[in-house]
C-alpha cells in the first residue's frame, strides 16, 4: 500500500494543477489576468497581496496548493478508515467534490470576504460545482484509493 503522506501529495498536485489551470482560464475568460487571480487567492490570508506584483502571485499559487493539501489530507486519511470511499472511489469523489464547493463557496469565502460571497448564479454555481467534483473531487478520491 503507498502511504498515506504519498498518496496526500499526489493528489494535492494532480487536483491543484487541473484546478489552477481551470481557474487560470476562467480569469482569462472573464478578462482578469491569472497573476491577478493568483493574487487574489493570496489575499485570503494576506489582504494586502494584492499589490504585491509577482511575489504576491507566487504566494496565491503557494496558498492554493496548501488548501489543496489539506483537502487531499482529508479525503485520504478518511479513506483509510472508510473502506467504502474506496471501494466507491467515483461516487465519494462526486460527494467530495460537492462537499468542497459548499465548504469554499458557502463558509470559507463568506466568512473572509461577507459583502462579495456567495455567488449564487446558476451558471456560476454550475462551473464550481464540475471544476470541485471533476478537477478536485474525482482526482482525489481516485489517488486515495491507490494501493
Known amino acids: 500500500?503507498?502511504?498515506?503522506?504519498?498518496?496526500i501529495l499526489v493528489a494535492a498536485l494532480v487536483a491543484g494543477t487541473l484546478d489552477i489551470g481551470a481557474a487560470a482560464i476562467l480569469?482569462?475568460?472573464?478578462?482578469?489576468?491569472?497573476?491577478?487571480?493568483?493574487?487574489?487567492?493570496?489575499?485570503?490570508?494576506f489582504p494586502g497581496a494584492t499589490s504585491w506584483g509577482a511575489g504576491g502571485a507566487a504566494l496565491g499559487l503557494a496558498v492554493h496548493f496548501a488548501i489543496m493539501a489539506v483537502m487531499a489530507a482529508v479525503f485520504v486519511l478518511a479513506a483509510d478508515?472508510?473502506?467504502?470511499?474506496?471501494?466507491?472511489?467515483?461516487?465519494a469523489g462526486v460527494g467530495y467534490g460537492v462537499a468542497t464547493w459548499a465548504v469554499m463557496n458557502?463558509?470559507?469565502?463568506?466568512?473572509?470576504?461577507?459583502?462579495?460571497?456567495?455567488?449564487l448564479g446558476l451558471q456560476t454555481?454550475?462551473?464550481?460545482?464540475?471544476?470541485h467534483?471533476?478537477?478536485v473531487g474525482i482526482p482525489i478520491a481516485l489517488v486515495a484509493a491507490r494501493r
Open 1 to 7: 500500500m503507498i502511504q498515506a503522506g504519498r498518496r
Open 27 to 45: 480569469s482569462l475568460r472573464a478578462g482578469r489576468t491569472p497573476d491577478a487571480m493568483l493574487r487574489g487567492v493570496a489575499s485570503g490570508p
Open 81 to 91: 478508515r472508510l473502506p467504502l470511499l474506496k471501494a466507491r472511489r467515483v461516487t
Open 106 to 119: 458557502l463558509v470559507v469565502l463568506p466568512l473572509r470576504w461577507p459583502g462579495i460571497f456567495p455567488h
Open 125 to 131: 454555481i454550475a462551473t464550481q460545482l464540475f471544476c
Open 133 to 135: 467534483i471533476v478537477l
